[in-house]
């Protein structure tokens, strides 16, 4: 079955732009999560959508990160004003219910000149 | 500050020998231990998990304990095969029943010599 899918797979951007990442989890899943890798680094957690409850965003590092779900499917994290320090892998994960497997997205791997 | 650690960027191990990777926690209250594995450009993928009330959990070549006391987990892998290179990462969440976020170590890049 088709599992997450996320895109661009890659995007190259140029310092103070805005950039819009997409998260189609796999159907059905309720909870959606997105991370970032930064080079070097582990899984950090920015933002989690379970349902229709208000989403977790603590792990948002600046204002200028959001994110929107729509529908309760698709996902969609936009950082506004992109600085260099933003060029990472930026991960999504769904899952379903109480179900605590995480299933991830290929990940976009964004550049930020 | 970081409540998953894991202290060792990378790890080296023959083909045929014992994988052992470790992974630390801070916070008390997790109670719920996952191991994922990454393959480059690729998402993680679930691996095998363990609940506080065990300390052992096994799934074919994959073993992992969990000393609560030591608040400290590990994931053996035995025998290592060359599709094991991969970067290993543990996870850790506050409640197994219950939706919560999951919080992830800096991972362990792992290397099977031939």
């Known amino acids: 079955g088709a599992g997450v899918s996320q895109s661009p797979s890659n995007k190259v951007t140029e310092k103070g732009k805005d950039v819009e990442l997409r998260c189609d989890p796999i159907?059905?899943?309720?909870?959606l999560y997105w991370y970032r890798q930064s080079l070097g680094q582990g899984l950090e957690f920015l933002i989690y959508?379970?349902?229709?409850?208000?989403?977790?965003k603590s792990g948002l590092p600046s204002d200028r990160f959001s994110a929107e779900r729509t529908g309760g499917s698709v996902s969609t994290l936009t950082i506004q004003r992109t600085q260099q320090e933003d060029s990472a892998v930026y991960l999504c994960?769904?899952?379903?219910?109480?179900?605590?497997?995480?299933?991830f997205g290929p990940g976009t791997r964004l550049l930020v000149l | 500050d970081q409540q998953v650690k894991q202290n060792s960027p990378s790890l080296r191990v023959q083909e045929g020998r014992i994988s052992i990777l470790n992974c630390d926690y801070t916070?008390?209250?997790?109670?719920?231990f996952l191991w994922y594995k990454k393959y480059p450009a690729e998402g993680p993928t679930f691996l095998i998990s363990?609940?506080?009330?065990?300390d052992k959990n096994e799934d074919g070549r994959f073993t992992v304990f969990l000393n609560k006391s030591a608040k400290h987990l590990s994931l053996h892998i035995v025998p290592s095969q060359p599709g094991d290179s991969a970067v290993y990462f543990c996870a850790a969440s506050g409640a197994m029943n219950r939706d919560d976020k999951i919080i992830f170590g800096k991972g362990t890049r792992l290397h099977i010599l031939p």
């Open positions: 994960a769904s899952r379903r219910g109480l179900e605590e497997t995480q299933y």
């Open positions: 916070n008390s209250m997790f109670d719920y």
């Open positions: 959508f379970q349902g229709n409850s208000a989403p977790d």
């Open positions: 363990i609940s506080s009330i065990k």
């Open positions: 159907s059905g899943h309720t909870a």
